[in-house]
């Protein structure tokens, strides 16, 4: 089986491409990757053959896509912050990329089709945990990117039978996640700036909740479905219901790391959500044999991976 992963040079990506090579179905995985996010360097040792290249060019995506059972769809552009300040890039990147991806899927003879969609599309919806019947309510330029993300991919699956399958991530976090730039995720940069000796950056009170979602454990769930071609006609939450405070991970970093880092308390940022929390039940009635990675586990696993990067060895 050759399975075709866009943004495959990214945090998600990469760790995906280990996987999927680690499952005895998969024989090859391409990394199609224009490299805006992602890194080559992600994909040192493995056998993840890279395809530098846009999901909006056309003919890029029909080459990598030739002899391929599956496509799995995290190329985008990420961060709500950054799609504030240039909506029309996310829309560009992420809805007209998921359309292109779409339809080169069709053209290379109807492959299934795995896309990551994201929490924030609930947005101002309060209501929790966050159930995928709910109505959405996205506030944020990504978050709407994100919605058509989901909408084109279940559209084409009734429209034109493309078997498919849309993710709503919460908060992926671990190993390759990268820190150190303005839209850095809220634990990497954490741990950047705690392993650094320098303040914590946390927007408003830091009673904000996220669902945590290890990045091994949605990696083992998307390869689980590229194999088994699970599709569903509705979004599905990647995520296990968990709810914590961006106050507690500092709690748990400090335990961590010895010593509690300082913490600065800066404005609320535009677009962000207050409270995030997945219901599982559809997740686990595709896959009722996984079982989150703890947080504790992940968040020592994620430590452990930043130590060994040159800016963070003592």
Not at 24 to 38: F, H, K, N, R
Not at 277 to 294: E, G, T
Request: glycine content about 8%; aromatic content about 6%; proline content about 6%.
């Amino acid at each position: 089986m050759k399975v075709v992963v866009t943004g495959g040079a990214g945090f998600i990506g990469s760790n995906l491409g280990r996987e999927l090579l680690a499952r005895p179905d998969v024989d090859e995985v391409v990394a199609l990757d224009d490299l805006s996010t992602g890194s080559r360097a992600n994909l040192e040792g493995t056998d993840v053959r890279l395809h530098e290249a846009s999901v909006l060019d056309t003919a890029a995506l029909d080459e990598a896509c030739a002899g391929a059972s599956a496509i799995v769809h995290l190329g985008a552009l990420p961060s709500v912050p950054r799609s504030v300040l240039d909506p029309v890039a996310s829309h560009h990147a992420n809805a007209t990329g998921t359309l292109e991806v779409l339809q080169a899927a069709r053209r290379a003879g109807d492959l299934h089709v795995v896309v990551a969609s994201s929490s924030s599309v609930y947005g101002a919806n309060r209501e929790l945990p966050k159930r995928e019947s709910m109505r959405t309510a996205p506030i944020s330029p990504y978050a709407v990117s994100k919605q058509a993300t989901e909408a084109y991919t279940v559209s084409f699956a009734h429209t034109y039978g493309l078997p498919t399958l849309a993710f709503r991530f919460f908060n992926v976090y671990g190993p390759l996640q990268p820190a150190g730039h303005a839209y850095a995720a809220v634990l990497p940069a954490f741990i950047d700036s705690a392993l650094r000796g320098v303040p914590l950056t946390v927007h408003g009170d830091g009673e904000q909740t996220r669902d945590f979602t290890y990045v091994g454990t949605v990696t083992r769930v998307i390869a689980d479905a590229v194999v088994r071609k699970v599709t569903d006609l509705e979004p599905v939450n990647l995520a296990f219901g968990s709810r914590t405070s961006l106050n507690a991970v500092v709690d748990e970093l400090a335990e961590i790391l010895g010593e509690r880092p300082a913490v600065e308390h800066v404005e609320t940022r535009a677009g962000d959500v207050r409270d995030s929390q997945a219901d599982n039940s559809r997740l686990l009635a595709h896959f009722p044999d996984v079982s989150p990675v703890p947080l504790r586990t992940g968040l020592e696993a994620t430590v452990d991976w930043f130590r060994t990067l040159p800016d963070y060895r003592a």
